[in-house]
Nanobody, 119 residues
Framework: QVQLVESGGGLVQAGGSLRLSCAAS????????MGWYRQAPGKQRELVAA???????NYADSMKGRFTISRDNAKNTVYLQMNSLKPEDTAVYYC?????????????WGQGTQVTVSS
């Protein structure tokens, strides 16, 4: 079993900042890619940003320059620094981790954390 626990969501005014954290725990040997997704009401879940174990990053176009993803491999934790937030960033943000133990791979998801940006 793999558990992902997210924290850091909340209510912020437009132009403000939030930092999300997600810590992985449970039975696994390691983690390949980790990432953040979001889902707004009535919309599909979309990729926000992802980061490999080596630190290579990938961002959705609308987040480039505003959001920064990072990770601490020793703590099995991924972070998302969100700056210059806009009302359209309002969504539930989900953490994702591709864990592995030997040849067994497991795609873990967090429970989600609400981010609300007021105008």
């Amino acid at each position: 079993q793999v558990q992902l626990v997210e924290s850091g969501g909340g209510l912020v005014q437009a132009g403000g900042s939030l930092r999300l954290s997600c810590a992985a725990s449970g039975s696994f040997f390691g983690i390949n890619a980790m990432g953040w997704y979001r889902q707004a009401p009535g919309k599909q879940r979309e990729l926000v940003a992802a980061i490999t174990s080596g630190g290579s990053t990938n961002y959705a176009d609308s987040m480039k320059g505003r959001f920064t993803i990072s990770r601490d491999n020793a703590k099995n934790t991924v972070y998302l620094q969100m700056n210059s937030l806009k009302p359209e960033d309002t969504a539930v943000y989900y953490c994702n981790a591709h864990t592995f133990t030997g040849v067994v791979r497991y795609d873990a998801w967090g429970q989600g954390t609400q981010v609300t940006v007021s105008s």
